[in-house]
């Protein structure tokens, strides 16, 4: 038979002693980080499963993103508009009152003024920048949409600008394409804003009542125009905050499911950690006993 020696009793016991505190700084890390699971080796599958859930949470933040800057474009963009919308108004309220003939050239002269000042004001609307770039020059965020001056002519391109807002390559048009409100003024000879704003100061400036008339039926369509062109930028707000409300959701799913994968049970582990503690000094005391009485009756015993 083997004998048993001192060492290899002394060997047991340290090893024994060593895999319990080992199991209690492992309990005892899990308590100062919160997280059950610290190395890969803790739960390798549970450590794989909370990779791939990182990066959903990732991929969700990216359109979270998307989402935020998206809005900004069209809060940016609706403001814009809800202040064209405003000096059109104004303009329409001149056509009215330079349309029956009852104003002097002076007053004349200085609602076609005004006329010029609300085209001045309009095309600075149309030269809103967001973040440095500009909203309504289509994919040429660099070119100022509309010149100072007489000049009405658009500067911008059609493209259009997009942004992914859901898993599954979602995306949706951020950008608005003014110049189909605006044109490209009397040179374009196109009867959209611009160039029917340009009529009435000239008419009202000319006192040609009888052409008014036909300028305020043209506002209006313009007016109209308008109107769609706010209600689709309306409609795109609204999906941003549908995909907003959604991805909020799938991310507090997701960090639920991380949470429940890597987050550790604190009230568990303290009680884990109190017993394993107690066990492990109970242990100590217990070795340290034998292994002196043992060494004394080995010295008894030479």
């Known amino acids: 038979m083997e004998r048993i020696t001192q060492m290899m009793m002394t060997q047991g016991t340290i090893g024994n002693l060593n895999q319990q505190l080992n199991q209690l700084n492992s309990t005892e890390t899990e308590l100062s980080t919160g ?48 202040d064209i919308s405003q000096q059109v108004q104004s303009v329409q309220e ?9 104003s002097t050239p002076e007053v004349l002269s200085a609602d076609a003024a005004e006329v010029n000042q609300l085209i001045t004001g309009i095309k600075q609307d149309a030269n ?10 289509g994919t040429d965020t660099t070119t100022t949409p509309y010149q100072t001056g007489s000049n009405d002519a658009y500067q911008g391109n059609s493209g259009t600008i997009q942004r992914t807002i859901a898993p599954g390559g979602t995306t949706v ?18 009867g959209l804003l611009l160039n029917t704003l340009r009529n009435i100061s000239q008419d009202i400036s000319a006192g040609n009542t009888a052409s008014l008339g036909n300028d305020l039926t043209q506002l209006q369509g313009n ?18 905050q549908l995909a ?5 959701n799938m991310q ?13 049970n604190m009230a568990q582990a303290m009680t884990q950690y109190s017993t394993e ?22 010295f008894l015993s030479g």
């Open 94 to 102: 001149l056509v009215v009152q330079a349309a029956n003939g009852t």
């Open 277 to 298: 503690q107690a066990s492990y000094n109970a242990a100590l005391q217990a070795s340290a006993s034998a292994l002196q009485t043992d060494s004394l009756a080995n």
């Open 35 to 82: 997280l059950s699971i610290n190395q890969p080796s803790d739960n390798p599958y549970g450590a794989s499963l909370a990779i791939q859930l990182g990066g959903q949470l990732s991929a969700l933040s990216s359109y979270t993103g998307n989402i935020s800057d998206g809005s900004a474009w069209t809060s940016q963009a609706d403001s814009s508009l809800m």
């Open 252 to 264: 507090t799913e997701v960090q639920t499911q991380l949470g429940s994968t890597e987050d550790v």
């Open 244 to 248: 907003s409300t959604r991805i909020e």
């Open 223 to 240: 007016m109209s125009k308008l109107g769609e062109i706010q209600a689709n930028v309306g409609s795109v707000q609204d999906q941003l």
């Open 128 to 137: 809103t920048q967001y973040d440095g770039q500009y909203i309504f020059s």
């Open 173 to 190: 048009q951020v950008n608005t394409d003014i110049s189909q409100l605006l044109g490209n003024g009397q040179a374009g000879g196109d």
